[in-house]
T-cell receptor, first 113, second 114 residues
Framework: TQLLEQSPQFLSIQEGENLTVYCNSS?????LQWYRQEPGEGPVLLVT?????EVKKLKRLTFQFGDARKDSSLHITAAQPGDTGLYLCAGGGASGGSYIPTFGRGTSLIVHP | SQTIHQWPATLVQPVGSPLSLECTVE??????LYWYRQAAGRGLQLLFYSIGIDQISSEVPQNLSASRPQDRQFILSSKKLLLSDSGFYLCAWSLLFGENTEAFFGQGTRLTVV
């Protein structure tokens, strides 16, 4: 059973569209990270959220941590082809346990020009 | 600034041959170190993690082993590779401060066992 469930698994959209991807769990996390990975490369950290209800913005990307710290979302406004990649969420400190980062299976995003 | 180096970038090995992948971190001390495997561009499976020299924890029983002979060096090994060992291997490091578990990854090694 995956500790972190990501949805959708795949997303194919046109340039300029908006999208939201989700990261859900039944466990409470102390912190949650979002990463983007391009083919053949390692994941790159985008953001960390720590406080329940926290919202962080990174240019056209908006990250939100759920009030109960069990879920998170990533919203991209006016997607561009450069946003194409695998988006991974990861969390640590689940329900007061290990701080080893645990990853979801990712959302694979393709933005067509 | 901190950097992580992982090599080689690609590797093709015959079944039954040994494996050694190396990862080094610069610019930090006492990092937590991790080996992950990723199949088909999907999520990351944690294989090993280490909180210090010669302190290795295995998450999944398998044909692989890990060693940490120095503070900033992490090695993934196998005595005899299986076809099922093919995949994309990622080394990462993190520092535990507070409850933050941000991880920083190497470029990965694409291993193909033939």
């Amino acid at each position: 059973t995956q500790l972190l469930e990501q949805s959708p698994q795949f997303l194919s959209i046109q340039e300029g569209e908006n999208l939201t991807v989700y990261c859900n769990s039944s466990s409470v996390f102390s912190s949650l990270q979002w990463y983007r990975q391009e083919p053949g490369e390692g994941p790159v950290l985008l953001v960390t959220v720590v406080t329940g209800g926290e919202v962080k913005k990174l240019k056209r990307l908006t990250f939100q941590f759920g009030d109960a710290r069990k879920d998170s979302s990533l919203h991209i406004t006016a997607a561009q082809p450069g946003d194409t990649g695998l988006y991974l969420c990861a969390g640590g400190g689940a329900s007061g346990g290990s701080y080893i980062p645990t990853f979801g299976r990712g959302t694979s995003l393709i933005v067509h020009p | 600034s901190q950097t992580i180096h992982q090599w080689p970038a690609t590797l093709v090995q015959p079944v039954g041959s040994p494996l050694s992948l190396e990862c080094t971190v610069e610019g930090t001390s006492n990092p937590n170190l991790y080996w992950y495997r990723q199949a088909a561009g999907r999520g990351l499976q944690l294989l090993f993690y280490s909180i210090g020299i010669d302190q290795i924890s295995s998450e999944v029983p398998q044909n692989l082993s890990a060693s940490r002979p120095q503070d900033r060096q992490f090695i993934l090994s196998s005595k005899k590779l299986l076809l099922s060992d093919s995949g994309f291997y990622l080394c990462a490091w993190s520092l535990l401060f507070g409850e933050n578990t941000e991880a920083f990854f190497g470029q990965g090694t694409r291993l193909t066992v033939v």
